[in-house]
C-alpha cells in the first residue's frame, strides 16, 4: 500500500473534536472487516509519517486489535488481518468415534511490553511455545497502560483470569500480595541454566517471586555516517576509554548547522555512574571540568528538555551525533534507518552502571503453577534467549549467551563482558541509596549543570552545591 492509499484508506479528520487515536481505531475496524486473511496493514513507521500522527497513536489504536486477535504479527511479514475461526465439525458428524481429547490447559499473560520489538519477541515466543506443546497454550494479553499501585492490578488480574504477568520495579511495594513464590523445581532449574550472577545480587527477595528473562544496560549510541563525516575515528574503542567529551569537543567545530553532538548533559553523569557522594566527589568534579571544557562551545550537550525522549528523537532523525540512552527509548520512538552503532555507556572510576532486568511472575490466582515453570524454563532455552537478542534487541540472562550478545552488539570480548558486568549492578527499588542517587543526577542538578554550562559556576562550585543538595535531598528519605 502507497503513501497515497495509506493517507487515503485511514483517513483522519483534524477538524473533528474526536481524538485522532479513536478516528484511527474505527479505521482499521473498517479496514480489517473488509479484507481478506493475511492482507497486511502499513508498518507503524509508515502509517505514522503518512498519516501525520506519532508511531504511539498508532500502536494505541492496533493494540486492541492485537488483543482480540483480529490482526496478528507475524515473522518476516508484519502486521496481517488474521484468519476467522471456522466451526469445525463435530465427530459424530463425520461418522467418527466419540473420542474427545482432554482439554488444553491455558495460561494467560498479561504483559506491558507492547513496542513493536517487544511485541514481535513476545507472540514469537508464545507462537513456539504453543506448537511444541499439545496439552498447554499461553495466550498472550498485551496492554499499554498497566496499572502500578496494588489495587487496580489485582482488580485487572482478576478480570481478566491472568495467570503470568511481568513485573516493573514502578509497581507498589505491595506486589508480592499478587504472585506467588516460584515453583521449586523451576529455582532448581534456573540455578543450573547458568544465569547472570548479577541479577540476583542484592536482589534475593525478587528471586524467589521473579524469573529474569533479558536485561539492558543505558548505552551510548553514535550515527556512525556523521561520525565519518566529521573525521571521527575508532569511535568505539575511544568511548570505552571514556573519550566522549573530548571526541565532542574535536569536531563542535565541525558540526553541521541543526545538529548537536551529545544529549542531556546530565545523561553524561547519571548513566555512566557518577554519583554525589563524599567518597566519589573527585570523580564528580573530574566529570564537571570535563563537561566545562566544552560549555563554551556550541551545541555540545542539551542543558535544556522539551519532552521526555527529546534527544531520542533528534538521534533518531538523524540530527545528534551521541546519545546515551537504553535501547527501549530509542524503539519508543522508532529505530532509524540510518546506520548506528552501540556501546554500554563509559564506567567511570568507582562508578557502577545499574542495569534493568525484564522480569516474569506467577499470579496466585494461577491455578497451574507447575505448567507456568515449564512455559518459563521455555524462556530460558537457548532458542528464546538469542530471540532476546536479536528481536528484542536487548541482552539475554543466561551468561553465555549474554556474552555471545555483547560481542554481536558492542564488538565487546569475552573478558570486557566479564568485567562490566562485575562492575554493575541490577535496579531493585528507590529505597537503595545507588538507585535514588541516579534518579538524583537525572532530575535534581539541572540548575547546576546549566549554571556550568552558563560560566556561572565553576567545576568545584558544580561539586560543592550538587553534593549539597544531595545530603538535603537523601536525609528527607529512609535508604537502605
Known sequence: MDGAAIRQTFALDRSSQEPLVNQLTRRIEEFVSRSAPGTRLPAERVMAEELGVSRVTVRNALTAFLHSGKVIRQRHNGTVVARGKEPAAGKLALGLPWNTPPPKRKLRFLSYETLPEQMD??????????????????????????????????????????????????????????????????????????????????????????????????????????????????????????????????????????????????????????????????????????????????????????????????????????????????????????????????????GKLIMASTDIGIAKRCR???????????????????????RKMVLPVRMASCIEAMKNQCGFSADESRHLLGKSFFFRDMNHKEELAQYFMIFEIREELAGLFAGRLAPEQAADRIMAKWRSFSAERPLS
Open 368 to 390: 497451574f503453577p507447575e505448567a507456568a515453570a515449564e512455559f518459563f524454563r521455555f524462556l530460558l532455552s537457548d532458542e528464546i534467549q538469542k530471540s532476546v537478542e536479536t
Open 121 to 350: 519477541f513476545w507472540q514469537d515466543a508464545v507462537d513456539r511455545f504453543n506448537e511444541q506443546k499439545s496439552h498447554l497454550t499461553v495466550e498472550l494479553l498485551p496492554v499499554p497502560e498497566m496499572p502500578q499501585e496494588v489495587d487496580p492490578l489485582r482488580k485487572l488480574i482478576e478480570e481478566r483470569q491472568i495467570d503470568l504477568l511481568l513485573y516493573s520495579p514502578v509497581f507498589d511495594q505491595d506486589y508480592f500480595e499478587i504472585v506467588r513464590p516460584l515453583p521449586e523445581t523451576l529455582r532448581n532449574f534456573r540455578e543450573e541454566a547458568d544465569l547472570v550472577p548479577q541479577l540476583f545480587a542484592g536482589r534475593e527477595e525478587l528471586s524467589r517471586y521473579l524469573l529474569p528473562v533479558s536485561f539492558e544496560f543505558c548505552h551510548t549510541l553514535w550515527n556512525t555516517d556523521l561520525a565519518v563525516r566529521l573525521g571521527l575515528t575508532d569511535v568505539r574503542e575511544r568511548l570505552k576509554r571514556g573519550e566522549k567529551v573530548q571526541m565532542i569537543r574535536e569536531v563542535a567545530p565541525r558540526l553541521p548547522k541543526n545538529v548537536w553532538a551529545g544529549s542531556h548533559v546530565w545523561c553524561q553523569l547519571a548513566y555512566h555512574g557518577v554519583q554525589p557522594f563524599p567518597e566519589t566527589r573527585e570523580c564528580l568534579l573530574n566529570e564537571l571540568e570535563k563537561l566545562a571544557s566544552v560549555s563554551g562551545l556550541p551545541r555540545t550537550f542539551f542543558t535544556t528538555q522539551t519532552s521526555s525522549l527529546d534527544d531520542v528523537e533528534k538521534f533518531a532523525s538523524g540530527e545528534l551525533l551521541f546519545l546515551d540512552a537504553a535501547m527501549t527509548q530509542l524503539q519508543w520512538v522508532g529505530i532509524p534507518s540510518f546506520s548506528f552503532s552501540r556501546v554500554p555507556c563509559h564506567q567511570v572510576k568507582d
